[in-house]
C-alpha cells in the first residue's frame, strides 16, 4: 500500500509545475474583482485642491472676529465658487459665496457655513452682501489638499482583490487603469458513466452531475474564469479525447472522479495506458494524508499548440471537491495569476480559530477537514465521550462562555462530520474546521482552526441552517 504523504508535500509537488501567467493591465471599469499585480502609488493628491467642506461663504478668518447674531460682521459678496469652477482670488474685506466641494478662492482660508449667516440655504439670487453670525476660525470648515493622500504616496498593495471602494479609491488618486493578475482559464472535467444532468430524470445507479457545477463555480469565486464543463465517461480512450479537448483553451485543468483504485476509474486507467514518452496525457497519482479528499492525482495534458496544461485530478464525492479544491486548487490558482507571495493569507490555509460546540471522532493518521458553521455556544453539560459527538452538544467554560469575549463557536453541518457525500449540507459550510492527524477526538470546547470558504460569511455570528 502507497505511504500517505502530508497536504503540505503535496501541494507543494502541485505548485512546482505551475508556471504563472504574466500580469495585464486594465481599465478601472474593467478592474472590479480583479487582484492588484502591483503596489501602486497616488497620482494626484486627494483632495486634490484645498476646497469647502460646506455650502457657505468664503472669507479671510480675521474678518470675522467677534461676528455673532447679536453683532453680525457684514461682507460685500464678491462672486460664486459653484463646485468644478476655478475661482477669482478672494479680495480683502469680501466673501465668496462657495458650494461644497468647490475650490477655496486664494486669499480664503475659512468657509462660514450658510446657516450661520442671515442667507437661506439652497439656491437663490447672489447677494449683494453677507451678514456672518458667528465667528470663524483659520481652516474651519476647510479640506485641504492632500489631506487625505499625498501625489506619490503608496496607496494600495499587490494582492488586494478590487472591491468597488478600492476601485473608487483607485479613480480618486488619478489613476485610469491598473495592474492586475491575470485571470486563469480553467475547464473541468467530471468524470463517470453514472453521471447525469440536473434535473434529468435518473435510472438506476445513475446519479445527478453535481461536481461540474460545484467545480465551475468555486473557480469563479476564486478569480479565475471557467472556460468549459465537460464529462467523460469511465474509459480511458473517452477521457483522453474529452481532456485533449479541454486542455485547447486552458491553463488549468480540473477533474472530479476516477482516481481512486476501482476497476473502472478512468485517470488511473489513462496514467496507467499513457506513461510512454510522448503520451498526450502524463498523470501521478498520490495518497493524501487528509480526509475526505485523501486519493489525489496532478500532471499535464499535452495541447494541440504544444503546451503542457496542468491538470489536477480530484476524488469524486462532493465533500471531497470542495475540500480539495479549497485546500489544493485555490494555491494553485493563485500561483497562476503569480499573486501567492503577495496575498497576506495563502488560499486553503487557516486564518480563523473558533470552538466546538461538539465533539466528533477523528480519522486516525490523517488531518481532518470539517465543514462547519458557527453557531451559538453550547449550554448543556456534556455527556459521554466524543465517540457519539455529532448527536450533542456540550458544556462550555465560565469564562469561554462570558458575554462580549469574542469567542466563536462551531458545529459540523451535518451529525456524520466529514463524511464525504454530505452534498446537500454544503450549502451551510461557512468554513472548514482543520483537525490535526495526531489528533484522535475533538471535544466541546476544544479550539480549531479554521479556513474560511469563499462565499460565506465567517464573521462568528451564529447563523441558524438546519442541515439533513
Known amino acids: 500500500m502507497a505511504q500517505m504523504i502530508p497536504l503540505e508535500d503535496y501541494v507543494a509537488r502541485v505548485l512546482e509545475a505551475i508556471v504563472p501567467l ?31 467642506a460646506m455650502d457657505g461663504y468664503a472669507v479671510r478668518a480675521a474678518e470675522t472676529s467677534g461676528a455673532s447674531a447679536q453683532a453680525p460682521v457684514v461682507l460685500p459678496v464678491a462672486g460664486d465658487v459653484p463646485a468644478g469652477a476655478a475661482p477669482i482670488p478672494l479680495a480683502p474685506g469680501s466673501a465668496q459665496r462657495i458650494m461644497t466641494g468647490a475650490m477655496l478662492p486664494e486669499g480664503a482660508d475659512a468657509v462660514v457655513k450658510v446657516e450661520d449667516t442671515d442667507q437661506a440655504p439652497g439656491p437663490h439670487p447672489l447677494p449683494e452682501r453677507v451678514e456672518i453670525h458667528a465667528a470663524a476660525r483659520e481652516g474651519l470648515n476647510v479640506r485641504r489638499a492632500g489631506e487625505n493622500v499625498r501625489a506619490g504616496d503608496s496607496v494600495m498593495a499587490a494582492g488586494t482583490r478590487l472591491s468597488a471602494a478600492a476601485v473608487s479609491a483607485l479613480a480618486s488618486v488619478g489613476l485610469g487603469s491598473v495592474p492586475v493578475a491575470a485571470r486563469a482559464r480553467v475547464a473541468v472535467v467530471s468524470t463517470g458513466a453514472e453521471l447525469r444532468d440536473a434535473g434529468e430524470s435518473l435510472a438506476p445507479g445513475a446519479i445527478p452531475d ?39 483553451g486552458a491553463d488549468l485543468i480540473v477533474t472530479s472522479g476516477g482516481v481512486s483504485a476501482g476497476a473502472f476509474d478512468p485517470l488511473t486507467m489513462l496514467a496507467h495506458a499513457d506513461q510512454h514518452e510522448g503520451a498526450p496525457v502524463h498523470l501521478d497519482f498520490v495518497k493524501v494524508a487528509m480526509q475526505p479528499g485523501k486519493p489525489q492525482g496532478h500532471g499535464w495534458v499535452r495541447a494541440d499548440d504544444g503546451r503542457r496544461v496542468p491538470i489536477i485530478c480530484l476524488p469524486g464525492n462532493p465533500v471531497s471537491v470542495l475540500v480539495s ?64 459527538a455529532g448527536d450533542r452538544i456540550g458544556a462550555q467554560s465560565e ?21 464525504s457525500h454530505l452534498v446537500a449540507s454544503l450549502p451551510a459550510a461557512q468554513a472548514l474546521a482543520v483537525v490535526a492527524a495526531e489528533v484522535e477526538s475533538v471535544e466541546v470546547g476544544d479550539e480549531l482552526s479554521l479556513i474560511p470558504l469563499t462565499g460565506s460569511c465567517p464573521s462568528g455570528r451564529p447563523v441558524r441552517v438546519d442541515a439533513p
Do not use: Y
Open 22 to 52: 504574466a500580469s495585464t493591465r486594465v481599465a478601472l471599469g474593467e478592474a472590479h474583482g480583479r487582484i492588484l499585480a502591483e503596489d501602486v502609488s497616488a497620482v494626484v493628491p486627494v483632495p486634490p485642491w484645498t476646497n469647502s
Open 210 to 248: 453535481s461536481n461540474g457545477l460545484l467545480l465551475a463555480g468555486l473557480v469563479s469565486e476564486h478569480g479565475a474564469d471557467c472556460v468549459s464543463v465537460a464529462r467523460s465517461g469511465d474509459s480511458a480512450e473517452e477521457l483522453a479525447a474529452v481532456l485533449r479537448r479541454a486542455a485547447a
Open 325 to 388: 479544491f479549497t485546500t489544493i486548487v485555490a494555491p494553485a490558482l493563485a500561483r497562476l495569476a503569480d499573486v501567492d507571495s503577495c496575498l497576506p493569507d495563502l488560499p486553503g490555509r487557516p486564518t480563523l480559530t473558533a470552538r466546538a460546540a461538539a465533539a466528533w471522532r477523528t480519522p486516525p493518521g490523517r488531518r481532518q477537514h470539517v465543514p462547519v458553521r458557527f453557531t451559538e455556544p453550547p449550554t448543556e453539560p456534556a455527556a459521554g465521550s466524543g465517540a457519539d
Open 399 to 419: 469564562s469561554d462562555a462570558a458575554p462580549g469575549t469574542g469567542v466563536s463557536w462551531v458545529t459540523p453541518t451535518h451529525r456524520l462530520g466529514s463524511g
